[in-house]
């Protein structure tokens, strides 16, 4: 395959679809984190969160359809992404409880919570199904994929919306597309999020003030559990249609990074989780161009790393710029008064 | 947030309180095997006697050991616990995030697979180059996220994760391209020279002179910690780099010098995996170790001089825990969860305060 | 030019073999990894419970995970521990230490499949080592798929494109794919092949990613040998309506209850029989027949290897096809058609 | 309606979880339109009675009734719906947000979920306008100078309807002249039928302002006065305990060549604003210069820029002609600079570590207590040893962690520290900030001792009695400029206070030098 065809491959409405499917596990996660992040809290557990509610996305869609095997097998995979997702912030719920309640280290607690999840996902996974690896032996169901006509009916850009095979993307896409609106109006126009960023900047001025500090916690961990919750389901359920051990790789400390290569913003953040998602495409598709995955995986950690160097930079730049501007209208400030000189 | 540089209570509060932890989270486990295993009595067995080995006697009135390899698994995963776990608790001691362990150790690894293939010398050099090499990649490996965090204040947890992330695949590529054996039928370096690989002090285990050279370590750890000025520094600017700053110390470079020592004891953990357990380099090598590690500092509570006794115990459980997967119907990722439960309830510096609240609470609404 | 290890390798072990024979009573079958890919290791479990049911054997399965550090001295502490006399395990990865195991436990039987000692160097009295001819059932593989592409018009791109995903670029691997190759082209002139690695046994993530852009190039047909891997194969044929074909075990027949949609969508599988291949080689030496220092390569003629022909075959291939796929094997048997091998 | 009880206070306990009793069975009550002043050393529990009034801390005994009904305040909330407002010492303000945004935190108007943000603008300039305070509700509160802030705080407790004040040490930071306009304001407060209490330990005001006094002293009230009816020295006495007598220390101004001659350091701060503004000083060795300012004027910058810790952008400072400044704390410490920093906790000490480890944190690369980077920890020790004999540090042994002792001990340890180094220049900021009033006299003694024996001292004193006391010489910052220079027996805090008002400016005042320097930089 030659560098050309490859591009061309790249334009195409399939190729965009890939992208889509690959970042929503991280859009969400990452958004999740920034929640807490903007409350103050860094979630170093949305690997683990992601990685339980994709076994319980899973566990639950069987459970459903062995209790009421007439339901509609939609019934079984939203009982199972209502699982997922309970299971999910049940785990935020053990973080916040302990980080807020216990005084727990939160960075180790959150590695605590994520060794918790790959644990129990296995061990569950092998004591239900006797298989340690993944869960194909069970009969799952995943959420649907959802032809919008509506928008593919659009030129130019409707093919955006076609999906892969031209009936639309799967529904939790488009819910991580909306869910980065939701989070930003969330965020800056609603009283609760502008109590959850206050809370991030200083809980005691808000303490003061009645603001219920450790509440608004509680909710920004449980919050952001509910949204890394959807990325797991997305991957067992929409993704796959199975769990595989530690089918996270490593998503959720991606995720985290997202926040910090996105500046803290819900743009920013959801971009570089956008820019993982393309990544990831890469790596999975250079692979006919015979370029070492390898080099493709190690692309996005590095761009991350320089960026944040280069955020370091520019401030460092612009202060010095901003010290040595004030410092000449101050001198020429003086020449303008020589009062103020001895 | 919470301070985990340690140095909070005496030190017998701590090894007390850690105990009681101990003892919790292995109920726990207890609890749940109780309910999931239909031979809890052989499960419990399994974890607490399984890495021991047993004697008996044949007819003609030689002992026999059997076992020998499960103890040597047992020492052999301390030896790398303690190290990953020193890795971890230096860092830690400056108050440093650092979760990178694994990168560091993977590439440590790696150094000392280049040397021990490629440089044709007598053992008696080649061994303290690999040695070295290892040490020198686990150093720089750790010393990078130190500087940027320093210099450009990025935060240590994003960049430690994101260079595990470019070690391992650097590691993966140099395999797959650069030192792949085309013979062996999988994605493997060529087995090291001879002279390279560590002699086995136990038959049928891979039981090396790394079990003093791991005490050894920590040991110099704990010296440098208590006895040396960078170690006072590295303490100090642990507690409160503010003060340290006003006292003129380098902050920098003591913040760079913590993660980059426990990029060192990483190193020799990935030294330990290649030369003394593996003897060659699989593209699988195993990931997730450093998070291995936190507990084992946790437990240790930061503190070199209990690092030992730490790695030990979780080298036991763990060993325990694969004997019990081999031997009953409970697969070995319980003892993740007992491990998570651990982690949880040691960093809860409230929890006993706060449970007694609740109770208290509780008995009053009656 | 390829190395011909394998075939050097049997020789010699031919060549060199003394005779004991052994009474075989109880086994254990060391997975390095997990059971649960639903091809390779499932297949030699399924070996594993054929021992112990038909056979009334003592068996015994231990997955050691996928830290490699640890597969050293389990293996080593299942042979110390004395309570089994013989030890399956798989792979070239556990070459070496079978290798090593075998002089320093005489008293224990080793039977190693997919993988070879070097019976020249180390001996290895006791280890029985049983290869697949992969590229054998491949060519079938090829062949059908090559067919397929072309004859069939039902919702199938008109352009010869043939995806591969393979877990590792390893030889066992690459012997699937060199047979597949040679099949197709059998049939037809320059096919588009599609070659790619995961990297990784057990991501099914990533097969499905790979799998969903060689159906984006146009492939009809992507052939998964890729262990868990391939598991995301089989969902992206789903997804995109496309065809798959399965490997190791017939893995429509696993998915039939669990998955309908997936076992439609497996079109064939090429079987490595290692469960016929363990459950054989076990029989005959209880039989008496001395197989220990000596390596055997399973092929189409031994049933080793060969393709999996279901409901679902039937339902996409014709019987005509069928027949000629038939002929095609016993011309490959006959030695009239030399497949290329990856080794 | 001078004699309505708006809140009333009944043998009010609070012991902590550590067995600390910070106040024990307190009662006082509180009249509607009245001034009720709270006044006791550090450590008396003033502050905790008032965290216990807001609902921040939850008294372990006794009764709060407010308006006759007995209420329990658990969080601030509670305390926000009965109309009780606290005014924190510090300042609580969310930088990044919006100055209305700050004052409605807590009472946001919404829509649904929604923040009704032109409702919330419109109501914070109306309740701005009402108390005759001019701001911009739009404005970001970063950008505001201190004094804007200080109205946003207690419009802040305005907005939320509070009936009822507590003012934590509100005079803390501000000049004579500021403190009288507060008070003005607050009269006006109370003329409107709202009650103020104010925490406070200067009983000067207390006498000119409060219509009652409450004195605390270890946890419990020691006096309930009138300030009419008794003497400053009165209320002192009940504070302390005992009678005090304020005798200022004997001045000096020794006639010798500078040791220390800062020539135009100038800073600019990395949000770019102007700190220090082309500071010029001499300082004779055995002599100190105060510096007077109110805070946020440039003294703590000045303090950074001394001790090393800031690179002044112009202007450097010497020590016996060598220059000091921009070179590094270390480098300055090894020329004999030493710190006092103004905030102990934060800056001087390391709590956790033992009082051993942090004495020798100032020069434990002195050859005295290490060898080739080797520490002698017998040296430190018996240094240490020493050190606690020396200063009188009341502790068990030297191996107890800092953090156990009193602040006035932690802050003896800190002196301890800096004058075992046997500095040439020491600049001293907030040296008695949260001591005892015993242990304070005994730390100022100290003070004058090491000027006595020839040291360079720059003290910089929040609490104008305190320099007005202790310096030779004082100059008043005003913006990061020097704007006055006195000799100290020629200083009263209301002329000091003008000055740092930067209502007046005396010219030539950059000129506290000894000669006229030669200007090096243009």
Known sequence: MTIVEFFQTLLTASFFAAILRAATPMVFAALGGLISELAGVINVALEGMMLIAAFFGVVGSTWAASVWPEASPLFFALVGAAAGLGAAMLLALVLAVFYLEFDANLIIAGVGINILAAGLTVFLLFSISGDKGSSAGLTSFALPTLPLRLLQDIPVIGGLFAGANGNGHHVLVYAALLAIGLVWVFLHKTRLGLRLRAVGENPDACRTVGVPVKRIQYVAILLSGFLAGLGGIYLSMGYLTLFQANMTAGRGFLALAAIFLGARSVFGTAGAAAFFGLASVFAAQLGLLDVPTAVVFSVAPLVTILALLAFAWRRQRRTRAQVAAELITLNARRKDTPDAQA | MSSIAGGQGSVLQEVIKTLVVIVIGLLIGMVIVLFISEEPTKVFDAILTGPLPSASTLDDGTVRWRGMTRFGTFLEDSITLALVGLAVAIPFRAQQFSLGADGQMFLGALASAVVSIYLPLPGIVLIPLAFLAAVIAGFAWGWLPGVMKARAGANEIVTTLMLNVIAIQFFIYCVTFLMLDRQAGFIVTPFFQDAAILNPLIHRTNVTWMIAVAPLVCLLAYLFLSRTNMGYELRVVGQNPAFGRRMGMPVDRTVALSMALGGAAAGMAGFHIANAILKRLPSDFPAGLGFEGIVVALLARNDPRLILPAALFYGYLRAGAQVMERTTDVSREMVLVVQAIIILLIVSENLLPRLGQWIGLGRSAR | ?343 | MQNEIVLAVDGLGKTYPNGTEAVKGVSFDLRRGEIHAIVGENGAGKSTVMKMLYGLEQPTTGRIAVAGQQVRLTTPQDAIDLHIGLVHQHMMLLESLSVAENIALGAEPVRGPFLDRAKMNREVAEVAATYGMNIDPAATVARLAVGQKQRIEILKVLYKGARILLLDEPTAVLTPQETRDLFKAIRGLTELGMTVVFITHKLVEVKEVADRVTVMRDGQVTGRVEPRDVTVAKIAEMMVGRPLSHKPAERRSPDLPASVTARDLTLIGLDGRVRLNRVSFDIRPGEILGVAGVEGNGQAALGQVLTGLLEPAEGAARIGGTVFTGRGVAAARALGIAAIPEDRIHDGIVTDMSIEENFVAAEYRNPRFSRRGIRDRNAVNAATREMIAAFGVKTTSEQTPIGALSGGNMQKVVLGREFTTQPRFLIAAQPTRGVDIGAAEGLRQQLVDLRDAGTAVLLISADLEETIALSDRIIVLFKGQIVAHFRAEEADENVLGLYMLGAERKAGANGCIDQQPEHAHV
Not at chain 3, 80 to 96: A, P
Not at chain 3, 267 to 294: H, M, P, W, Y
Request: proline share 3%; hydrophobic share 45%.
């Open chain 3, 1 to 343: 030019m390829k190395h011909t290890l394998m075939a050097a390798c049997v020789a010699s072990a031919l060549a060199a073999s003394p005779a004991f024979s052994q009474d075989i009573q109880s086994v254990a079958f060391f997975v390095n990894g997990t059971l649960g890919d639903k091809s390779f290791f499932d297949s030699a479990q399924r070996g594993m419970d054929r021992l112990g049911g038909e056979l009334g054997l003592e068996t015994r399965t231990i997955e050691a995970g996928f830290d490699p550090t640890r597969w050293e001295s389990a293996l080593v502490d299942l042979a110390d521990s004395g309570e089994y006399d013989t030890i399956i395990t798989g792979t070239f990865t556990m070459v070496s230490y079978v290798e090593q195991l075998s002089q320093e436990f005489p008293e224990v039987n080793f039977i190693l499949f997919d993988g070879i000692v070097n019976y020249a160097e180390c001996g290895c009295e006791n280890v029985h080592s049983i290869l697949f001819k992969q590229n054998e059932g491949s060519y079938l593989a090829g062949v059908l798929a090559a067919t397929l592409t072309t004859e069939t018009t039902d919702s199938l791109n008109p352009d010869p494109v043939l995806g591969f995903v393979g877990g590792m670029e390893i030889p066992v691997i690459q012997d699937f794919f060199v047979g597949y190759k040679a099949g197709a082209e059998s049939v037809l002139t320059g096919p588009t092949m599609l070659e790619q690695y995961a990297n990784n046994f057990g991501d099914p993530a990533i097969g499905k990613e790979i799998a969903l852009a060689q159906y984006g190039q146009g492939a009809d047909i992507v052939f998964a040998v890729a262990g868990g891997t391939g598991q995301g194969v089989l969902e992206a044929a789903v997804e995109q309506g496309r065809l798959a074909f399965g490997v190791d075990s017939d893995q429509a027949a696993i998915f039939a209850e669990s998955n309908p949609e997936i076992a439609n969508r497996i079109v064939t599988s090429v079987l490595k029989n290692v469960d016929n291949a363990l459950v054989s080689a076990v029989t005959r030496i209880q039989a008496g027949e001395n197989l220990f220092g000596t390596a055997e390569a399973q092929g189409l003629e031994t049933g080793g290897v060969g393709l999996a022909i279901n409901d679902v075959t039937r339902a996409y291939v014709s019987a005509e096809t069928l027949s000629r796929l038939d002929e095609i094997a016993a011309q490959i048997i006959d030695g009239s058609i030399e497949v290329p091998t990856a080794f």
